[in-house]
């Protein structure tokens, strides 16, 4: 059964930074794309960063510039690397797996809170 989960989530000041990272275990599965979600309080869910297999990257406007998604293969690892933090990025960040197979398959880790103060 796969399992992913995130690490690192902290309270920090604006302007500072954070490190996520997301492992994903119980499995070898070689996923596609791995990405970050965040959600904030009262707001849907929004698409942060995505990595695919290959290292091609994709960001949501408002953090880009800012973070940066990395991704070990080997490790079955993404990170989520956040600079110049923002009061509005506080949210709990969720990780994302997903595999092509027939047709897409995805999983979800449980999420971790990051709080920027002003």
């Known amino acids: 059964q796969v399992q992913l989960v995130e690490s690192g989530g902290d309270l920090v000041q604006a302007g500072g930074s954070l490190r996520l990272s997301c492992a994903a275990s119980g499995s070898s599965l070689r996923f596609n794309v791995m990405g970050w979600y965040r959600q904030a309080p009262g707001k849907q869910r929004e698409l942060v960063a995505t990595?695919?297999?290959?290292?091609?990257?994709s960001y949501s406007d408002s953090v880009k510039g800012r973070f940066t998604i990395s991704r070990d293969n080997a490790k079955n690892t993404v990170y989520l690397q956040m600079n110049s933090l923002k009061p509005e990025d506080t949210a709990v960040y969720v990780c994302?797996?997903?595999?092509?197979?027939?047709?897409?398959?995805?999983?979800w880790g449980q999420g971790t809170q990051v709080t920027v103060s002003s």
């Open positions: 994302n797996a997903r595999l092509l197979l027939a047709t897409w398959y995805d999983y």
């Open positions: 990595i695919t297999r290959g290292g091609s990257t």
